[in-house]
């Protein structure tokens, strides 16, 4: 396989290529220490106050998307191909302040000043696919920005008001949109790269196929897809990651199709990409789905990622558990598939081999006598890490309980199913007392831990109260509500 040894992609409006581009290497640094574009700052270095925040372009099926990311848990490896652009390239239309900074400056949307690049490129993100979004739109957009001195509402009011300063149509990044997208498409050499020393060596596939060749001769890589969690392991606890191979560009691990009877999407779809889908085959979740993290998690984050990760605070494995959704792994031309909650086997280990990749997820659409849910549970309620996370799937017909699939994260060292609770709800009547016994029941499924998160008693009684809160919202009758701990 032919290959090159250097990273490239345009900076603002420059073209770059970095050689021996370490693995461990992080865009953040890269702007700040290299290229002295000081206005990206570095807050907290795990992808939670946003103060990082750029955009970053792609071309995904010919169209050139730009998103906002983290800075600081995206690495530079990641970013061939691309387009970065940082708060020092907007401006406005004859070089005054851009329509986002201006506003920020009437609507007093800055104080100590340290978080404002990361909210303005956030809202200019937000601005250039709505630029007239409601109240709603924009706490979403900024969900992954925190400031800690001025509040929020003149932030707010700012953004509400930005298209009085300018419009879209007429923005340096939409009038340059054509030439952009003919540079990233010309530095699309279909080569393998492969840079950075022996022992911190950063690998990026030129397909799939090259992939599960890559994978062939390295079998203990790291697999980085979005680095939303690997991205921590670098800065929080100074994990080497080498060799680490980067796939968060092959568009063959993008696919969607959504049918009749299920929707089917590559493992490296981020959780952004999937939300359209995921609205219309699965709408119980499109609140679920907006608690996932901040806006630029949601773009890097991916759902195979999550998977694959196999961590027991994720927060889509629960949810897709209950759905009954299944995963194809790949190992060089083999390809397996697997019911998703066989994939976990214990805390820090699941079922793939050295080698193997999670390649597609496909999670089958809900049936008229199913009832579907899913909850989650966090100290904020934006952009945090999951306490408790549950996904039921109860099947009713001629109201008694016929099939249940009842999954939890954060009360086992899996994602894991609630086989004793099921139990008591098969076969018996769709009714309070029912659920009060499957309540109950919990406790012989889950004996979980106490941590920062949360104490093993709050996690057994959100569980169960969770239960509760699903039979209520999905009673059809009217009946008492059942106090769960007492029963």
Same mark, same amino acid.
């Given at each position: 396989?032919n290959q090159?040894?250097?990273?490239?992609?345009l900076?603002?409006?420059?073209?770059?290529?970095v050689?021996?581009?370490?693995?461990?290497?992080?865009l953040?640094?890269?702007l700040?220490?290299e290229r002295?574009?000081t206005?990206t700052k570095?807050?907290?270095?795990?992808g939670?106050?946003g103060?990082?925040t750029?955009?970053?372009g792609r071309?995904l099926?010919?169209?050139?998307i730009?998103?906002?990311?983290?800075a600081?848990?995206?690495?530079?490896?990641?970013?061939?191909?691309c387009h970065v652009v940082?708060?020092?390239?907007l401006?406005g239309e004859?070089?005054q302040l851009?329509?986002i900074q201006q506003?920020?400056?009437?609507?007093?949307?800055?104080?100590c000043?340290?978080?404002?690049?990361?909210?303005?490129?956030?809202?200019?993100?937000?601005?250039?696919?709505?630029p007239?979004?409601?109240?709603t739109?924009?706490?979403?957009a900024i969900q992954g920005?925190?400031?800690?001195c001025?509040?929020?509402?003149p932030?707010i009011?700012?953004?509400?008001a930005?298209?009085?300063?300018?419009?879209?149509?007429?923005?340096?990044l939409?009038?340059?949109r054509?030439?952009?997208?003919q540079?990233?498409?010309d530095?699309?050499d279909?080569?393998?790269v492969?840079c950075?020393?022996?022992?911190?060596r950063a690998?990026?596939?030129?397909?799939v196929?090259?992939?599960?060749d890559?994978l062939a001769e390295?079998?203990?890589?790291?697999?980085v897809?979005?680095?939303?969690d690997v991205?921590?392991w670098?800065?929080?606890?100074m994990r080497?990651?080498?060799?680490a191979?980067?796939?968060?560009?092959?568009e063959?691990?993008?696919?969607?199709n959504?049918?009749e009877?299920a929707?089917e999407?590559g493992?490296?779809?981020?959780?952004?990409?999937?939300?359209?889908?995921?609205r219309t085959?699965f709408?119980?979740?499109e609140?679920y789905?907006?608690?996932?993290?901040?806006?630029q998690?949601?773009n890097?984050?991916t759902?195979g990622g999550n998977?694959?990760n196999?961590?027991?605070?994720?927060d889509t494995p629960?949810?897709?558990?209950?759905?009954?959704?299944?995963?194809?792994?790949?190992k060089?031309k083999?390809q397996?598939?697997? /019911?998703?909650?066989?994939f976990?086997?214990?805390?820090?280990k699941?079922?793939?081999a /050295?080698g193997?990749f999670?390649?597609?997820i496909?999670?089958?659409r809900?049936k008229?006598?199913?009832?579907?849910d899913a909850?989650?549970i966090?100290k904020?309620?934006d952009e945090?890490?999951?306490s408790?996370a549950?996904?039921?799937n109860?099947?009713?017909?001629?109201?008694?309980?016929?099939?249940?699939?009842?999954?939890?994260?954060?009360?086992?060292g899996?994602?894991?199913r609630?086989a004793a609770a099921e139990?008591v709800?098969?076969g018996? /009547?769709?009714?309070?007392?029912?659920?009060?016994?499957?309540?109950?029941?919990?406790e012989?499924d889950?004996?979980p831990l106490?941590d920062w998160?949360?104490?093993a008693?709050?996690?057994?009684?959100v569980?169960r109260?969770l239960l509760q809160?699903?039979?209520?919202a999905?009673?059809?009758q009217?009946a008492?509500?059942?106090?769960?701990?007492?029963a």
């Amino acid at each position: 396989m032919n290959q090159r040894n250097e990273i490239r992609f345009l900076l603002n409006g420059r073209d770059v290529a970095v050689r021996d581009v370490e693995a461990d290497a992080t865009l953040l640094d890269f702007l700040r220490l290299e290229r002295r574009l000081t206005g990206t700052k570095e807050g907290c270095a795990e992808g939670d106050c946003g103060a990082c925040t750029v955009l970053v372009g792609r071309l995904l099926d010919g169209q050139l998307i730009y998103e906002t990311v983290n800075a600081c848990i995206r690495f530079v490896a990641s970013l061939d191909g691309c387009h970065v652009v940082t708060i020092e390239h907007l401006k406005g239309e004859a070089g005054q302040l851009h329509p986002i900074q201006q506003a920020m400056v009437d609507f007093h949307g800055s104080q100590c000043g340290f978080c404002t690049p990361g909210f303005i490129m956030s809202l200019y993100a937000l601005w250039m696919g709505n630029p007239e979004p409601t109240e709603t739109q924009v706490e979403t957009a900024i969900q992954g920005n925190l400031c800690r001195c001025t509040g929020y509402q003149p932030i707010i009011a700012a953004a509400m008001a930005a298209n009085q300063y300018g419009t879209p149509a007429k923005d340096f990044l939409n009038a340059e949109r054509d030439t952009i997208s003919q540079r990233l498409a010309d530095l699309n050499d279909g080569l393998r790269v492969v840079c950075g020393p022996e022992d911190n060596r950063a690998i990026v596939p030129a397909s799939v196929a090259d992939l599960a060749d890559v994978l062939a001769e390295w079998p203990e890589a790291t697999i980085v897809a979005g680095s939303t969690d690997v991205g921590l392991w670098v800065t929080k606890f100074m994990r080497p990651i080498s060799p680490a191979v980067f796939i968060a560009h092959l568009e063959e691990l993008k696919s969607i199709n959504l049918t009749e009877t299920a929707l089917e999407i590559g493992a490296g779809v981020t959780y952004t990409e999937a939300q359209d889908n995921i609205r219309t085959a699965f709408p119980h979740l499109e609140a679920y789905w907006d608690r996932i993290a901040g806006q630029q998690v949601r773009n890097m984050g991916t759902i195979g990622g999550n998977i694959a990760n196999g961590s027991p605070i994720g927060d889509t494995p629960p949810v897709l558990i209950a759905l009954e959704a299944e995963i194809t792994l790949r190992k060089g031309k083999t390809q397996r598939t697997l /019911p998703l909650e066989d994939f976990f086997i214990e805390y820090g280990k699941q079922d793939r081999a /050295p080698g193997e990749f999670v390649e597609a997820i496909t999670i089958p659409r809900p049936k008229a006598n199913q009832r579907h849910d899913a909850y989650k549970i966090s100290k904020r309620r934006d952009e945090d890490i999951s306490s408790v996370a549950a996904g039921f799937n109860v099947t009713v017909e001629n109201g008694i309980v016929t099939a249940a699939r009842l999954a939890f994260g954060g009360m086992a060292g899996t994602p894991k199913r609630a086989a004793a609770a099921e139990a008591v709800l098969i076969g018996q /009547p769709w009714n309070a007392a029912t659920f009060a016994a499957a309540g109950k029941a919990l406790e012989v499924d889950f004996q979980p831990l106490s941590d920062w998160r949360a104490s093993a008693q709050y996690r057994i009684t959100v569980a169960r109260n969770l239960l509760q809160r699903f039979f209520l919202a999905h009673d059809d009758q009217t009946a008492e509500p059942v106090d769960l701990l007492s029963a």
